[in-house]
């Protein structure tokens, strides 16, 4: 229903910027959040950021100052603003989108996450 695919990674110095993009397709009329997640090697996924489709945003502590995340309000293409990078921002980081949708009435609403290839942040000098 939903295709996503990152975009913006690759290797930069610390302290340096980086500008993930996000880009949705399919039933993006059913997004109701997005986010961005990462995963360094030998460690499980952490979530980073999310906003919801009303533009709710929230970003974890560790990233706050340094990260924005932006966008998602059509439910289309998420963004993830990183300034002043760290080696230890390095990790692959993936996109997610969860979608609502109720068949009828009195029917419970039908939730599904999708999730993106992943794209490599690599900070190093």
């Known amino acids: 229903q939903v295709q996503l695919v990152e975009s913006g990674g690759g290797l930069v110095q610390p302290g340096g910027s980086l500008r993930l993009s996000c880009a949705a397709s399919?039933?993006?009329?059913?997004?109701?959040?997005m986010g961005w997640y990462h995963q360094a090697p030998g460690k499980e996924r952490e979530l980073v950021a999310t906003i919801s489709s009303s533009g709710v945003s929230h970003i974890i502590d560790s990233k706050k100052g340094r990260f924005t995340i932006s966008g998602g309000n059509a439910g289309n293409t998420v963004y993830l603003q990183m300034n002043s990078l760290k080696a230890e921002d390095t990790a692959v980081y993936l996109c997610?989108?969860?979608?609502?949708?109720?068949?009828?009435?009195?029917?419970?609403?039908?939730?599904?996450?999708?999730w993106g290839q992943g794209t490599q942040v690599t900070v190093s000098p």
């Open positions: 997610n989108a969860k979608t609502r949708f109720v068949p009828c009435i009195e029917c419970q609403p039908i939730v599904r996450e999708y």
């Open positions: 399919g039933r993006t009329s059913r997004i109701t959040d």
